[in-house]
């Protein structure tokens, strides 16, 4: 509904309405400005207003209330308090010294001690009274199951070096200009994009670019301290020739956003009128295609800053086209530092200058009665857009096509309070021609083959036809492949053979699952498969393509699908036979299962795996591997196991020779279990990291192999590459 440091300050007016702000302009004509800093325990937000002296709301008295428009908005900065916590905590466990880092349950002790003492320690007002040298003692319990006074650990800290870590690490004086630093580690704890400068003040100065302010109002949990303030203070008259902001005092630092919110709907969208002016505090951008050089992207402004809720903008002389009838992605930015774009202005895409939003991927549907031009065909459209009340960019795309009458409308909602993907920068170069079509003559000839009678031989007839390579197949063809051959899943009973193709190429069309546009409609209609079964069940080939087939697009099925699969399948996978090998993976491959049909499945790998150990096991290796994995390819946080499974798998599989032929995929099974993701709810503690290192160096893996147990490595695509059955397509990736 309303940024939270703008509620703030509609909360602050509605206070102090018999104490006006500003009386009118200052003696030179220069318009007032506001300063809302708003620091909060996770995130830091800006937000500039501004008063002309002129701009007046009558209350229910007839007294005039001065109206302020909202003039720049910060970006959203993952940087707050919970930053400083975690660097004071990080401090006092390398203080404390021991053997490897805090178990969980330690770590999050020394975490709320950390923010006690920091607390405690800012609460002072700098008088005499409050000793540098005071100093602070923090302790641990040793961890759960272990003796309380043999495993404890502790320290203390003075609170003049706690001081300098607040205010050094992430207050620091900075001089005029300054900007964050665009290098730097941060903190990244939780796995956040935490700011890399955990300078705030560096921050600040980045917004404000220069511009004078004559009054701050503080926000949010972490500003409670008065010296902090202070300090914020000063640093703006720094900035100001020595001019001093008054100081806007607030004494509901933690409730202010939610009364304002409130204050917000009451006046604002119920009455219509507010004490605030806000128009867009961003530009928002739609990349298009202009211009024939394939590596400079361009888009087009759809609402430029400042525009009003309710403000329709129609850019009449755009000549755009868009394509009908087939998935498309709209690819939607924001820009805060280009003021006077005009709606319809034509740009280059720069990635450090525009933010990415949530995409919309759609199609746009039009009854082939209404217009009779080519399947698939672009067509003239002209471009509306308008932003609400809550905040959504409503856009409309109106055909201009002389032969559709009336003219076709398409409605569009995005969401722009919801954060956006990576900035353009971060791209997966293979993902620029993520939406190329395919040549329609290829297509026709393509669809032709697919709606026939084809055998295993397919891919390299398609091959054939495309001329490319299929690992070159973007996702937009592969998705489009589907179409036809996802019409033909009850004609699988031509031949074995025809079928074993069919499952064959619908998990190679369709992996990983997710991914492009209108993908959950593509698994539904596979989903029929399962209820209609193998129409050859007793082929050798046919059971193990529709297992392969499944795990091809495990990303994309529900935790209810996966379950229903492992469950039709449990006999064929606890069988111990050869033939169980692909269902086996299957089930490996399935994140989303409970822990309870996990543990079951965990408790037969085991036991297959020490039972044959010298036979092959390389698929029960790789779904125990999986299984134990700290790093699911699709799946949330929830899906990884209890550490203790790990420690039962290696404790019960150490003993075997891993550098033997049968066993070397236990290498890779571990590594997964054991690598390292910068979470401590989810890492391995040390002690047990360290013993499976040992293991598996002794097995004759290369150092590089090891490297995900010694640091936070990101998944690589060759990681991801045997559980949805070769690599997967261009463009796409998974976390």
Known sequence: LVEEPQAAFIAWLEAHQDQPVFDGKSGDGRTRRVLVCDIGGGTSDFSLFEYDGEA???????????????????????????????????????????????????????????????????????????????????????????????????????????????????????????????????????????????????????????????????????????????????????????????????????????????????????????????????????????????????????????????????????????????PVVMRTFQNRLRPRDHAGQVLRLKDKEFHPLPNLETVMRLDPGRFKGRPNQRIPVRLEAE???????????????????????????????????????????????????????LAVEADRLLGGKFGPGLLKELETIIGQSRSQWNPRWLRRFWTPLGERITSRHLSPEYEVAWLNAAGYFLRPGIGVALDDERIRTLWALQSLELAHPAGKQNREQYYILWRRVSAGLSAEQQKILVGESWDRITSGTKQAAEAVRMAGSFELLDHKVKAGLKDHLLEHILAR????????????????????????????????WVLEAFERLQGLPWESKTLQPLGQAFIWAARRTGHRAVDLKTGPREAILEKLAASGLPEEALLPLREVVPLQRKDVQLQFGEALPPGLQLD
């Open 56 to 326: 007046t709301l009558q209350d229910g008295e007839g007294r005039g209330l001065p109206v302020f428009e909202r003039v720049d908005v910060s970006d959203h900065i993952l940087l707050g308090g919970d930053n400083i916590d975690l660097a004071i905590a990080h401090q006092l466990e390398q203080a404390m010294g021991g053997t490897g880092e805090l178990g969980v349950d330690d770590w999050n002790l020394l975490l709320g001690s950390a923010r006690t003492i920091k607390e405690e320690a800012l609460s002072g007002n700098g008088s005499e009274n409050d000793d540098p040298d005071r100093a602070y003692r923090v302790a641990t319990g040793g961890g759960s199951g272990s003796s309380l006074f043999a495993s404890s650990r502790s320290t203390e800290i003075r609170r003049r070096a706690l001081l300098d870590l607040v205010e050094e690490g992430f207050f620091p004086l900075c001089p005029p200009g300054s900007s964050p630093r665009e290098e730097g580690q941060g903190l990244r704890e939780l796995g956040l994009p935490y700011a890399s400068d955990t300078a705030i003040t560096r921050h600040l100065s980045g917004f404000l670019k220069g511009r004078r302010i004559d009054a701050v109002l503080f926000n949010g949990g972490t500003l409670k301290p008065e010296r902090l303030q202070t300090r914020l203070l000063k640093q703006i008259a720094s900035w100001q020739g020595g001019e001093m902001p008054a100081r806007l005092a607030s004494t509901r630092l933690d409730e202010a956003v939610a009364i304002g919110a409130a204050a917000y709907g009451r006046r604002a969208l119920l009455s219509g009128q507010g004490l605030i002016r806000a128009g867009a505090a961003h530009g928002i951008y739609l990349e298009i295609e202009a211009g024939k050089k394939e590596d400079v992207r361009h888009v087009v402004c759809l609402l430029p800053k400042g525009s009003m809720p309710g403000e329709r903008h129609q850019p009449e002389k755009l000549p755009l086209k868009m394509r009908i009838n087939e």
């Open 387 to 441: 932003l609400t009340e809550l905040g959504w960019l409503e856009m409309a795309l109106v055909s201009r096509h002389p032969d559709i009458r009336p003219p076709e409308t398409w409605q569009l909602e995005f969401n722009l309070r919801q954060a956006g993907g990576e900035a353009g920068e971060g791209r997966d170069p293979s993902a620029e021609n993520e939406f190329e079509p395919l040549d329609e003559n």
């Open 613 to 644: 150990s010298d036979r092959h096991c390389e698929p029960w290796i790789w779904a125990l591997g999986r299984i134990l994995s700290r790093c699911p390819f699709h799946a949330g946080e929830a899906a990884v196991v209890p550490d203790a």
